[in-house]
């Protein structure tokens, strides 16, 4: 149900309606707009949202799709239908343009995935005509709406003999207008003209009777008369006798192709009625893409929880002037546990009314089957009704006051109100004796609670507020406003209720100190103790924003800090392992060497039976090995040379080692493509260009991969992150608050991956989320740019980073 009758000119969804109309092609998309109606079936709803959402999807793709040519042909249909009628030259140009839109819609949903645009397949389920009309239109008529001189042969003798006759006309009559120039009967800048279809010339009044001819017009002021020579009267006949069958000869055409359309008159007219409903869903989209409007998660219970929520007409009208960005955007949530009656308090002009208007008119336009502007993860529910209290109905032929117009509301919504009913009330209460007005206002408020309807309410009275306070059911909402500068955010807070700031803004305006003190001492300690705390609250708040935007900036920092020297300290253990197992390396060298050395001197005092001296000299030989092999005092600084290996050339094909050419890493090819190699570099796999690789001696590869193996333990754990690390993050549905923490330790990781680029996934949605993301990414130091996806992999729905 909806309460009062005139609620759609209340919500202003007749301005919507209007902007609905304007983006239709045709008549008959018009006329789907007017019959667009609220409903409370969930499954009617679900089907018309995914319409228009599918629509988006489509234009968003980048799909070859009709967005325009949705032309009504009812009236020409008609026509058709009347034996002997034939269609004009321009009502078959139209029916030709409307059957073309006609068949690429048709075209495109019988050619495309079913599953991807289910909703719109099956409107076009059943829709068909015979195409081999249109070519037969098309033979006739060329591409600005004319019948072509080809149509018929008969029409083609007739054309080129009007062209010729046309000539000599044109030939002769600037010979007699020379001649009469030169005998004085006709002025100097005298040009023929068309007088009834037929070539005259502008001859001087005084001149008339010189000229033989016959007398067509004259000018207004009687100095100029149009005459028509004799010498040219028998080429304007014959032009005339041409043109005439030509025109009979055209309308011929004309019926015979009516003729041949004829039969297919009830095909054609479902037919249009289908391009009506596709431009009405396209209109619909339209108007959803210019709002950045989104099909939020649906419920079939009363619900409403929505983020960064826009007022569509003021969204409508700030883009309008250029000025989208300055629309202030709400969190609004009723439910069960926070409460289902929303009573929002603030001063005036804050911007009370225009929530609570949002919150109908939002509702109201979802359920008619449009989509919403609000952020991805939204949830809408369904409610029965819609009633509303807003505005002044104050009657003098009813005999009705404001206030009593605002009862005779309230007491409509108390006897059909229900747990499915959604109630909108603007100044609740108001209109009659404060106390009073306060004390009926708050046994409503009851009533409704206890009924357990749903409901947003503005008021100024401070008893409603405190009852609120105390109730299941209800919660208060504050209009956010600045206390130092005394001027409103027009930002809802929910949570608790909000402050006048009258005294503050009588003040303000310059009203007389003591006219404000003594209405300070009128309104009691307990009201101005009262507006005092909400004031405070309001200051408090503003500087808890303050400290806790400065804390979670501290966290950030210190979690960078701290994931920097993780980094930096698992950095420093590879190095150490690596250090090591090259020095245990180098002396197991040493000592294999030494051994032999040993060995081969025992064996040759053996063999030889070395005397005294040669023995001595054996001694020092091995003396002097033993100092050569003593480590060096000195730290230097000599960079550490890269493994060389030997390049063997050829044509790179499956199981090769293959070296990145300018680097030391080496792997073994797993796959191949015609530009790239998938090559296998430990236990990581990579895609690198056939031009980036050379081939090595699979010998050297085998004992460089032991020797890499013998120390991968040591960088498992950095090795597992790059393995496990994703370059897509997907933030699609989270608030601001958890996407900010997601998306530190997704860029930490990269960065210290040495990742060149990442996508993140935010959708579209309002381009909040999108705002959030971009916002943040300017705190990291090692990004090069930042951009959008192409159109074909989402667009502005997914932000690029480009690394350094």
Known sequence: MLYPKNLEEKLGFDKLRELLKDKCNGEVGRSFVDKMRFTSDARFVRQRIAQVNECVNIYEAGESFPHSGFIDVGLFLDKVEIVNAFLLEEELFDLKTALTTLKECLTFFNSVDPALYPELVKISEGVEFDTMILHEIDMILDDKGKVRDNASPELVKIRQALHRELSSLRSRT??????????????????????????????PAEHKRHVTGFVHDASSTGQTVY??????LQLNNSIKDLELRERQEVIRILTEITHKIRPQVPGLRKGNNYLGVIDFINAKANFAMLQESIQPEIVDEPLVAWYHVAHPILLWSFTEQGKKDSVVRQKIELDEERGRIL????????????????VALVQYMFQCGMLVPMMEGSKMGIFDDIMMDYGDDQSLENDLSTYSSHLTNMKAMLKRGNPKSLVLIDEFGSGTEPELGGVIAESILEQMNHQKMW???????????????????????????DVENLSPLYKLEQGQPGSSFALEIAQKIGLPKKVVNIARHKAGRKKINMEELLRSLEEEKKEFAKKNREVSRLEQKLKSATEKFETKSMELQNKKQNIMDKARKDAQKVLDTANRKIELTIKEIRETNAE???????????????????????????????PSYEVIGGTITIGDAVRIKGQGSIGEVAALTAKEAEIIIGSLRTNVKLNRLERISKKEFRKEVRDIVSSQSAASNLTQRRIDFNSQLDLRGKRAEEVMYELDDFMDTALMLGETSVRILHGKGTGALREVVRNHLKSFRGIKNVSDDHPDRGGAGVTIVTLR
Request: hydrophobic share 30%; proline share 5%; charged share 30%.
């Open 455 to 481: 409901g947003v309410i503005t008021t100024h009275y401070a008893n409603l507020k405190f009852y609120a306070e105390k109730q299941n059911g209800l919660q208060n909402g504050a209009m956010r406003y």
């Open 174 to 203: 600037a010979s007699v207008i020379q001649q009469m120039k030169k005998k004085g009967y006709a002025k100097e800048d005298a040009i023929p003209t068309l007088r009834e279809g037929r070539i005259v010339v502008p001859v």
């Open 612 to 642: 005294k001296e040669k023995t001595k000299q054996l001694r020092k030989n091995i003396e002097n090995f033993k100092n050569s092999n003593q480590p060096s005092k000195k730290i230097t600084n000599k960079k550490e040379e890269e």
């Open 227 to 232: 005459i028509e020579p004799q010498e040219l």
């Open 343 to 358: 009573l929002i308090s603030g001063p005036n002009a804050g911007g009370k009314s225009i929530a609570m208007q949002t």
